[in-house]
């Protein structure tokens, strides 16, 4: 058994190891420790902290283990970003202050504020923030966007300015009880210890106490309360986000005197079910993981496993448990627990793809109703949003909700990563270039290329991800000659060129902001499997790519942690929101090498 024999089965082994219920797999992704900080003060807001397993020290030590030499914290890891996260670095300051965990003039506390007050102080935060800030009474409510209430009914002449007709799927659960803390202009003031005027930058605009202002609970505030009910999800959150429960709760709290449904049941469902994701998710713990992403996790290992050869009878009742526990009428599959009202057009694409290339013949109307869902979602450019179909720039929605858009990517339109799962998963179910569907997906990805030949990702940094998506679709189609395709040929020059001198291939979030970094960036296990993925099609159509495959295979090998049997990501290689915030996804460093190089192993196979 050769070396590569070995890294395959010691991760096989791994993956069955950490399978869940023998069902599932789950690998939460996370998004920073400054959500646990910004968690500690919405429970002492709730007046709940006596009440929940949070603990203060383990946070205080994590915080001043990670905290950087700017005084700052990252978002989430990035070695290549020189410069700390302000968001981050805000709310982990505060929890440090609040909590007392140190006190106010140590040198880590010193060192944090200088750099909130270099980077222009609390009225440089994101809109997002300052929303958590007035809250506490720590910034003027009338500085941020004030969303009417109308926009919230969906009645008569109404329905046409609907905001959830208009909004991303991930936006809707969040501004439904910021739009009501906003209207009521909330306030609670905690005391000293909650307070962050030296944080404050000179001239800014003086907090008004609100809390003497009379509320008026009209009927548009209770159709508000009655939308807020209606995002409520069986695990006991809205929308299926931390955050939107979060906010939902200090709603819920406020509104409790005038609706008689909200009782001490509902908070402790909620509650529980945060905690889990905050402190209870295994090596994410304390780490900021915002929802449950097990679908997705379980279908990205269930492709590893069968690329890297196990017996598709193996996984059979893993594909049987999600086909059964996960998949909705309409043929679609949600990213995770509380997701089921919203499936997604990524998770579905993949599992299109599986169920087409390796369980074609056991499960034939599954597959044939996942595609016709897809067909169904495709936008009118050729491509694919996340979660809606048509959900373009609104002029309406950017009038009263554009200030938004620091903290969050608000519409959900086409993009070319999840295009290009999805018509991968096409070529494998045996759809052709003849076909509409495919022509208009292909359309849309030539549309989007870049000058240089890639294409920005969206959901995975950065172009790299992209090009590893894109390439791998347009060669399993029946009769596409990749060596003939120049736009193609043009991405996979644009790749050679970005491989690092390790073999390997990185790439940062700087990407999104600095064209500097496009390509660039250090060696992850994630990145250089999408980049193989490429690659390897690139070979097996005969057009050389001078040794940058094998060296990218060696790469990966060759960092392979034994003792963990598996890989980690040395960066963050998850998007969230571009130029915004990103994530770290555990899985991508298990499921993306082992498809790679399963991929890689298949090549070799054909080749000799």
Same mark, same amino acid.
């Not at 929940?52 to 990670?66: F, M, Y």
């Not at 003086?206 to 003497?212: E, F, I, N, S």
């Given at each position: 058994?050769?070396c $590569?024999?070995?890294v $395959? ?7 069955w190891?950490t399978q ?5 797999w789950?690998?939460?992704?996370y998004l920073g420790?400054?959500f ?11 007046d709940?902290l ?6 203060a020290k383990?946070l205080s ?6 905290q950087r030499k700017?005084g700052?914290?990252?978002?989430v890891t990035?070695?290549?970003n020189?410069?700390?996260h302000m ?5 982990n300051?505060?929890f440090?202050k609040a909590?007392q965990s140190v006190?106010?003039?140590s040198?880590?506390?010193?060192r944090?504020?200088q750099?909130i007050l270099?980077?222009g102080g609390?009225q ?8 958590w800030?007035?809250l ?6 009338s500085?941020?966007a004030h ?8 009645d008569?002449i109404y329905?046409?300015s609907?905001v959830?007709?208009w909004?991303?799927q991930?936006v809707?659960?969040h501004?439904?009880?910021i739009?009501?803390l906003r209207?009521?202009?909330y306030?609670k003031?905690?005391g000293?210890?909650f307070?962050?005027?030296e944080?404050n930058a000179?001239n ?7 809390t003497?202002?009379k ?7 209770k159709?508000l309360?009655?939308k807020?009910?209606?995002?409520r999800?069986?695990q006991?959150?809205?929308g299926?986000y931390?955050?939107s429960t979060?906010f939902?709760?200090i709603?819920l709290?406020?509104y409790?005197?005038l609706?008689?449904s909200?009782?001490?049941?509902l908070?402790?469902q ?6 889990e994701?905050y402190?209870?998710s295994d090596?994410s713990?304390?780490?900021g993981v ?5 679908w997705?996790?379980t279908?990205l290992?269930t492709m590893g ?6 017996e598709?009878?193996?996984?059979e009742?893993s594909v ?5 526990n996960?998949?909705?009428?309409c043929?679609?599959?949600p990213?995770?627990?509380?997701f ?8 579905t694409?993949?599992?299109?793809l599986?169920?087409?290339?390796f ?5 034939p109307n599954?597959?044939?109703?996942a595609n ?5 979602m ?5 491509g ?5 179909k048509g ?11 554009g ?7 608000i519409?959900d339109a086409s993009s070319?990563?999840v ?7 096409w070529?494998?179910s ?8 495919v022509?208009?997906?292909?359309q ?5 290329q870049?000058s240089f030949?890639?294409?920005e990702g969206?959901?995975g ?7 590893g998506?894109?390439?791998p679709a347009v060669a399993?189609?029946e ?8 736009w ?6 644009? $790749?050679?060129?970005?491989?690092n001198?390790?073999?390997?291939f990185?790439e940062?979030t700087?990407s999104?902001v600095n064209k500097?970094?496009i ?5 992850t296990a994630?990145q250089?499997?999408?980049?193989? $993925?490429?690659l ?5 159509a005969?057009y050389?790519t001078n040794?940058c495959?094998?060296k990218a295979?060696?790469?990966?090998v060759g ?6 049997e598996r890989?980690?990501d040395v960066s963050?290689?998850g ?5 915004l915030l ?7 460093s298990?499921?993306w090498p082992m498809i ?7 090549l070799?196979n054909e080749?000799?």
């Amino acid at each position: 058994m050769n070396c $590569l024999d070995k890294v $395959l089965e010691s991760v096989k082994q791994y993956a069955w190891r950490t399978q869940k219920d023998s069902s599932y797999w789950l690998y939460a992704p996370y998004l920073g420790s400054f959500f646990i900080s910004q968690y500690y003060l919405v429970l002492n807001l709730l007046d709940r902290l006596h009440q929940s397993r949070l603990d203060a020290k383990k946070l205080s030590e994590i915080l001043l283990k990670t905290q950087r030499k700017d005084g700052g914290w990252y978002q989430v890891t990035d070695p290549n970003n020189p410069t700390s996260h302000m968001d981050a670095t805000i709310f982990n300051y505060w929890f440090l202050k609040a909590s007392q965990s140190v006190p106010v003039d140590s040198e880590p506390m010193a060192r944090a504020r200088q750099f909130i007050l270099n980077q222009g102080g609390l009225q440089s935060a994101s809109h997002m923030t300052k929303i958590w800030l007035c809250l506490f009474g720590q910034y003027e409510w009338s500085e941020l966007a004030h969303i009417p209430l109308f926009a919230f009914r969906n009645d008569s002449i109404y329905k046409y300015s609907f905001v959830q007709n208009w909004v991303a799927q991930w936006v809707y659960p969040h501004i439904l009880p910021i739009a009501y803390l906003r209207n009521i202009n909330y306030q609670k003031f905690l005391g000293q210890n909650f307070d962050l005027n030296e944080l404050n930058a000179i001239n800014c605009t003086p907090v008004l106490d609100h809390t003497k202002e009379k509320r008026n609970y009209d009927w548009s505030v209770k159709n508000l309360v009655d939308k807020i009910h209606l995002m409520r999800r069986p695990q006991g959150t809205y929308g299926a986000y931390s955050v939107s429960t979060l906010f939902t709760l200090i709603v819920l709290k406020d509104y409790q005197q005038l609706d008689e449904s909200i009782n001490e049941d509902l908070f402790k469902q909620s509650i529980e079910f945060i905690e889990e994701l905050y402190l209870n998710s295994d090596t994410s713990s304390y780490l900021g993981v915002l929802d449950d992403g097990r679908w997705w996790d379980t279908l990205l290992i269930t492709m590893g496993l069968l690329e890297c050869d196990e017996e598709s009878k193996k996984l059979e009742p893993s594909v049987e448990y999600f086909l059964k526990n996960a998949v909705q009428q309409c043929g679609g599959i949600p990213y995770g627990l509380d997701f089921e009202y919203a499936p997604d057009t990524d998770d579905t694409g993949i599992m299109a793809l599986i169920l087409a290339k390796f369980y074609a013949q056991k499960f034939p109307n599954e597959l044939k109703k996942a595609n016709e869902w897809l067909i169904s979602m495709q936008n009118t450019d050729g491509g694919f949003g996340a979660f809606a179909k048509g959900n373009y720039e609104s002029i309406l929605i950017k009038l009263f909700a554009g200030k938004f858009q620091n903290s969050a990517e608000i519409f959900d339109a086409s993009s070319v990563d999840v295009t290009a799962h999805i018509l991968e998963g096409w070529a494998e179910s045996g759809y052709a270039l003849k076909d509409r569907h495919v022509q208009m997906a292909i359309q849309y990805l030539k549309n989007q290329q870049t000058s240089f030949g890639a294409w920005e990702g969206r959901w995975g940094v950065n172009y790299i991800y992209a090009v590893g998506s894109v390439v791998p679709a347009v060669a399993k189609l029946e009769g596409f000659d990749l060596k003939n395709e120049k736009w193609i040929l043009k991405s996979i020059n644009w $790749l050679v060129k970005c491989q690092n001198d390790d073999g390997g291939f990185g790439e940062s979030t700087q990407s999104y902001v600095n064209k500097e970094w496009i390509g660039r960036g250090l060696s992850t296990a994630s990145q250089t499997a999408w980049a193989i $993925l490429a690659l390897i099609e690139a070979e097996r159509a005969g057009y050389s790519t001078n040794g940058c495959l094998k060296k990218a295979v060696d790469y990966l090998v060759g960092i392979f942690d034994w003792k963990e049997e598996r890989w980690f990501d040395v960066s963050s290689v998850g998007t969230g929101h571009r130029r915004l915030l990103y994530m770290q996804y555990p899985v991508y460093s298990i499921a993306w090498p082992m498809i790679a190089l399963g991929r890689y192993k298949k090549l070799v196979n054909e080749l000799n």
